[in-house]
């Protein structure tokens, strides 16, 4: 199913959003001039869904928005970087498992006792946040989903979706899943698109860092480097691109290599390189704190499986002008359109997988429009400006509407006796 531009949200300028987003709008008529948002988590795990609520926290406006980020779990990951944030606080629930029935009214009693008024639940935390919300009378529920990390099916999922409804919007990071959505019973004018956001650190290198270590990683000027990044497990796919580099190898000799990562199938991967041919040809860098370099280095970002968060990699790629060979998987056909930043070819068949990146290889005026396209649609979509202007609009939005419907009842006239 389509939903048209008026159904789902979509993006304006930057600009334009940030002068909208006054503090008069914040407002809305509803008498507070500056919010308290809970953002729930089940734990701050180093995950990218994680990572993504971190820097929402950090991006909102101190100044009209007072943030709770609150887990259900205590957790040590990521913590210090919320804890000297100026408008950010940091709670846990402490909760010790689903036999720990306390979690709820612990949760209400911060709901009432902060006085917050939105919560934006996500993920484990969804039922529990939804359910302490309705209880607590808290006025704004937000849910943010990834369509791709949602297990279908299930009783708890039906009653997770029932609590959805009674929501005042679902947050979902593509049109795909948006549409997935709808399909589930959810209404499709509760939905909004916001797409997950790249921190400027995400695609801050130079060339002289990328020549550098493309001469530590032994890759000579004139040879290609095609990389992988993300974490070694089955569903992403390395397996194929092993393969596909075995082909590559024969096709173009010279080829590079590059898998950065870490994961539980680093030790089989390296193996199957070793009985497939590649040794001196392919490297295993491990995992990085700053990726961004080792993407710069690459000639082709490659997206071999379905994992969800091999994404991020993808958009990071494109961020910094890398074409793309993704396979056809979750939302990669809309995050990476065919034919404008890269390729999009058949899951598990390492053979197009292979002949498509050797047409990139190939076409070296293609390869040019796909870099300025993908810069072109990473700073219209995928920026983490862009992303915190939008629910900083959402959360307006919602709250606008609020005042409205205040404004409304003290309106109605008094039924005489």
Do not use: I
């Given at each position: 199913m389509q939903l048209s531009t008026q159904e789902m949200h979509t993006y304006v300028p930057a600009e334009d959003a940030i002068e909208r987003a006054t503090s008069e709008q914040l407002c809305g008529g509803a008498g507070k001039t500056r919010l308290t948002v809970m953002l729930l988590a089940d734990e701050l795990s180093p995950d990218s869904a994680e990572r993504q609520l971190v820097d929402l926290a950090r991006g909102l406006d101190e100044e009209r928005f007072r943030v709770l980020v609150t887990?259900?779990?205590?957790?040590?990951?990521?913590?210090?970087e919320l804890r000297n944030t100026p408008g950010v606080e940091v709670r846990s629930l402490g909760w010790r498992g689903r036999w720990?029935?306390?979690?709820?009214?612990?949760?209400?009693?911060?709901?009432?006792?902060?006085?917050?008024?939105a919560i934006q639940c996500s993920a484990a935390a969804t039922t529990v946040g939804l359910v302490a919300a309705m209880i607590a009378r808290t006025p704004l529920k937000i849910v943010t989903q990834r369509h791709s990390a949602r297990s279908a099916g299930g009783l708890g999922r039906r009653f997770e979706d029932r609590l959805i409804r009674r929501?005042?919007?679902l947050v979902i990071d593509s049109e795909l899943g948006a549409r997935r959505s709808v399909a589930r019973g959810i209404p499709h004018e509760k939905l909004q698109v916001i797409y997950d956001g790249v921190p400027p650190e995400g695609v801050r290198t130079s060339i002289a860092e990328r020549e550098a270590l493309r001469s530590e990683l032994g890759v000579l000027d004139e040879s290609w480097l095609i990389g992988v990044a993300g974490r070694l497990t089955a569903e992403a796919g390395h397996g194929n691109f092993l393969q596909a580099a075995s082909i590559l190898r024969a096709e173009a000799p010279g080829t590079k290599f590059l898998v950065v990562g870490y994961g539980p199938l680093r030790a089989e991967l390296q193996r199957r390189a070793t009985i497939l041919g590649l040794d001196g040809s392919i490297i295993f860098a491990g995992p990085q704190v700053r990726l961004a370099p080792y993407i710069a280095a690459m000639d082709v970002a490659v997206l071999p499986g379905g994992d969800a968060g091999a994404s991020e990699f993808g958009l990071e790629a494109m961020g910094l002008g890398r074409p793309i060979v993704a396979v056809d998987a979750g939302s990669n056909q809309e995050f990476f359109p065919m034919g404008e930043v890269g390729l999009i070819v058949p899951p598990d068949n390492p053979i197009i997988l292979a002949h498509a990146i050797l047409e990139v290889m190939r076409h070296p005026d293609a390869v040019e429009r796909m870099?300025?396209?993908?810069?072109?649609?990473?700073?219209?979509?995928?920026t983490m400006k862009r992303m915190i202007v939008s629910?900083?609009?959402?959360?307006?939005d919602l709250w606008s509407r609020i005042g409205a419907r205040r404004a409304q009842a003290r309106m109605k006239p008094v039924r005489s006796r």
């Open positions: 887990t259900l779990r205590v957790s040590t990951f990521l913590e210090d720990d029935t306390t979690v709820v009214p612990r949760l209400v009693g911060m709901l009432r006792r902060e006085q917050v008024d929501a005042d919007s870099r300025a396209r993908g810069r072109e649609l990473f700073n219209e979509r995928f629910y900083d609009e959402l959360y307006s």
